[in-house]
């Protein structure tokens, strides 16, 4: 269907999305999680509902071995 509205994004979309943005940190030192990684958990956390670091933190733990997946 010609014109037809995509009303959906995928997370691989959103992970290549979020590969887009700059690391702001500093190149040196010990980065224990990729810039990338952090984005898009707090992303899905935030639709899913998490409303504070600490809920966004028990999410990324729930889903572990999900967004291992990804």
């Known amino acids: 269907m010609k014109g037809k509205r995509k009303d959906h994004i995928t ?3 959103l992970i290549g999305l979020c590969k887009w943005v700059k690391d702001p940190r500093r190149p040196w030192g010990h980065k224990l ?7 898009v958990i ?25 967004l291992k997946t990804l």
Do not use: M
């Open 11 to 13: 997370v691989k979309s």
């Open 33 to 39: 999680h990729k810039l990338t990684d952090i984005l």
């Open 42 to 66: 707090t992303l899905l956390a935030i639709v899913c509902g998490c409303e504070s670091w600490e809920e966004i933190r028990d999410y990324a733990r729930t889903k572990r071995d999900w």
